[in-house]
């Protein structure tokens, strides 16, 4: 058995050894040893403690003065298999459309579903691996992927295909999300209804024989999926055993929050225009309430109240919601970044909510999120860093020196 082991790391951060998810109050406490040591044998971490404890001075690995290690970001909510780019959009937006306008006119996420049923599987999985690589690099060890730039019922196969491939072949714990329900089809814009009955009776029986999905996901917002039409979308998806993790709450508050936690979601994503009485919903909520600020970041849109969440008790998460349209971006890093300065989250708020909360998001929890005896060796090494606030204070640096998948550095 190949045994690793690393001695003098000088913060070793996030070490709660329960697999629970940290809600309200308990978000500002991140457990860490300062002065440490860590032992990993094959994959999984197998010893953790204080340098003044360490049996392994001799055979250890020193790391160098100041290193601080991690464990590696769960980003649970992306979109990273799409095909294309859209940066004319990124334009018009700077020339001053809304989302909205752009995806009225045939944008948005009908550009990317287009130009998505003209890519090969081949090179869509090229695509999406070549995004993998790149966000593993910047320390993300587990992810969830989304469908929903296919909107047919070959398009959705297609693409869920490509995540199952990547599940397969890539080192990174992934789960895999259907969202046939993202937009409605051009075809389908007069009669919501059966591209529903398409969803519901061609595509999910299909999805779960194959078992190309974990969760289920509803775009729920004007001009898209009314909380009514998402209610019909996730009670078929119950039946095969998928779990919705959906998108509300995005631009308009249309009833997504409660209609979410009246159907057990595992999470409600997005969350930027929320009223007084979803904030308190929120805070007693079982599941996640999952924040991209890169998303609000990209479309100048206001950021979630993550404070006030937290004041109110929820379970945050953080995510990248990496896609074409709002959020290009895969980048860990910039996200908790973004949390502290945008968000006014603390530090280890934004760290636990982009690890173990993540992880919770994904109900990957037992091996994955924190730093603990009998979770897997997925850990990010810093560059010496004076301090662990020095990671989101110094925005849009790498100061990632190495990332460990599974007990290999990539
Ligand atoms: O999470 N809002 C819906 N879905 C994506 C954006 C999709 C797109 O614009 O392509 C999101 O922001
Ligand atoms: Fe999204």
Redesign the pocket.
Known sequence: MATQIFTNISLLANTRNNVDFVRGKELSVLPSIQNAYIVIEDQIISEIGKMEDCRYIKEGTDLAVNTIVLPCWCDSHT?LVFAGSREDEFIDKIKGLS?SEIAAKGG??LN?AKKLNETSENELFNLAWKRLEEVTKLGTGAIEIKS??GLSLEGELKILRVIKKLKEKSPLKIKATFLGA?AFPAAYKENHQAYIDCIINEMLPVIAKDKLADYIDV?C?KGFFSAEEMKMICEAGKTYGLKPKL?VN?LNSIGGIETGIALDALSLD?LETVTDKEIELLGGFEGYATL?PG?AFFLRSEMPPAKRLIEAGAAITLAS?Y?????PSGNMNFIVSLGCIQMKMLPEEAINAATINGACAMEIQKDYGSIAVGKKANLIFTEPVPSLYYLPYLFGNNLIDKVMINGSFT
């Open positions: 979109h989302y948005g996420i990317s929903g730039y993202h775009f917002e998108h995005q997005h991209l998303a919601d896609n074409p349209g709002s959020s």
